[in-house]
């Protein structure tokens, strides 16, 4: 069955470097629009970015920062997160969407990014 | 601060039809097609509502979507206990190139 499972959280000091991996199986996850959403804490979902394997768009927080990714041969999404501030800290979900449907049909467990020093 | 607009708070008793609104611009829900997310706690969100007033399979159809111009509104009706989580609408901004979410209902079954 369809199951996304990310990976990579953890606790990170500001500034500094982190990698998610969302591990798809399944389907294969280049056939979709595979989105990042983050829920900060105490907040709403805030979406983060997206790729259909050829195009990335990123929320403006983030742009500059991270970069999204995938590797079809691993069928794994990831999320490289760079000069991290504590606003930053989030629970992170991968998420796939149907094409050009904005039906999340599918979403992982979610991984925890705390930025603290 | 979002660019889609939702009460931060909504309630009713069971049985009840409740709705919940969403109001952004005319470059993302005035475009484009809406979806509605149901948020428990420590669980992943779940689509209710694409392209505005779909239904995925296995959600009920107490859960109804509908568009008017730049609003767009999630009703359930038959309220029950557990349809206490958060909502969030989300659409695709064309000016912006981004997804964007509301910032949220709290529903609560009184």
């Known amino acids: 069955q369809v199951q996304l499972v990310e990976s990579g959280g953890g606790v990170v000091q500001p500034g500094r470097s982190l990698g998610l991996s969302c591990a798809a199986s399944?389907?294969?996850?280049?056939?979709?629009?595979m989105h990042w959403v983050r829920q900060p804490p105490g907040k709403g979902l805030e979406w983060v970015a997206i790729?259909?394997?050829?195009?990335?768009f990123y929320a403006d927080s983030v742009k500059g920062r991270f970069t999204i990714s995938s590797d079809n041969s691993k069928n794994t999404l990831y999320l490289q997160m760079n000069s991290l501030r504590a606003e930053d800290t989030a629970v992170y979900y991968c998420?796939?969407?149907?094409?050009?449907?904005?039906?999340?049909?599918?979403w992982g467990q979610g991984t925890l990014v705390t930025v603290s020093s | 601060q979002s660019v889609l607009t939702q009460p931060p708070s909504a309630s009713g008793t069971p049985g009840q039809r409740v709705t919940i609104s969403c109001s952004g611009g005319?470059?993302?829900?005035?475009?484009?097609?809406v979806s509605w997310c149901q948020h428990l706690p420590g669980t992943a969100p779940k689509v209710l509502i694409y392209?505005?007033?779909q239904r995925p399979s296995g959600v009920p159809d107490r859960f109804s979507g509908s568009k008017s111009g730049t609003s767009t509104s999630l009703a359930i009706s038959g309220l029950r206990s557990e349809d206490e989580a958060d909502y969030y609408c989300a659409v695709w901004d064309d000016s912006l190139s981004v997804w964007v979410f509301g910032g949220g209902t709290k529903l609560t079954v009184l």
């Open positions: 392209k505005d007033d």
């Open positions: 399944g389907f294969t996850s280049s056939s979709y629009v």
């Open positions: 998420a796939r969407e149907v094409p050009r449907s904005g039906l999340f049909d599918y």
């Open positions: 790729t259909d394997g050829n195009n990335k």
């Open positions: 005319s470059s993302n829900i005035g475009r484009n097609s």
